[in-house]
Nanobody, 123 residues
């Protein structure tokens, strides 16, 4: 059974930091694109950050460049999203997703999604 389990969400004040984790199991993720989407209330889900498992590719939305860092721990099949200098507009549910193809990942066509973790940034 494939599972993507997110953790690390919470409530912080603007300027604060959080680190999200996405732990994968039940699937061979060695050549996949894995990363994070965000969905704010009343808005569509948007791509935030992604990487190629094993290296060679990273993606960041313009809105988070310089503030968020995506990384991986291959030994644990886990991807992290370090979020700093958080803003109220970063509020939303953060979903981890995986797909073998970069273009599909960027279109939101995931092979698997996690259940989501809530991030709330207050001003």
């Amino acid at each position: 059974q494939v599972q993507l389990v997110e953790s690390g969400g919470g409530s912080v004040q603007a300027g604060g930091s959080l680190r999200l984790s996405c732990a994968a199991s039940g699937y061979t993720f060695r050549t996949n694109i894995m990363g994070w989407y965000r969905q704010a209330p009343g808005k569509e889900r948007e791509a935030i950050a992604a990487l190629a498992i094993g290296g060679g590719y990273t993606y960041y939305a313009d809105s988070v460049k310089g503030r968020f860092t995506i990384s991986q721990d291959n030994g644990k099949d886990t991807v992290y999203l370090q979020m700093t200098s958080l803003k109220p507009e970063d509020t939303g549910t953060y979903y981890c997703g995986v797909h073998p193809l970069r273009a599909s990942w960027l279109r939101g066509e995931m092979l698997y999604w996690g259940q989501g973790t809530q991030v709330t940034v207050s001003s």
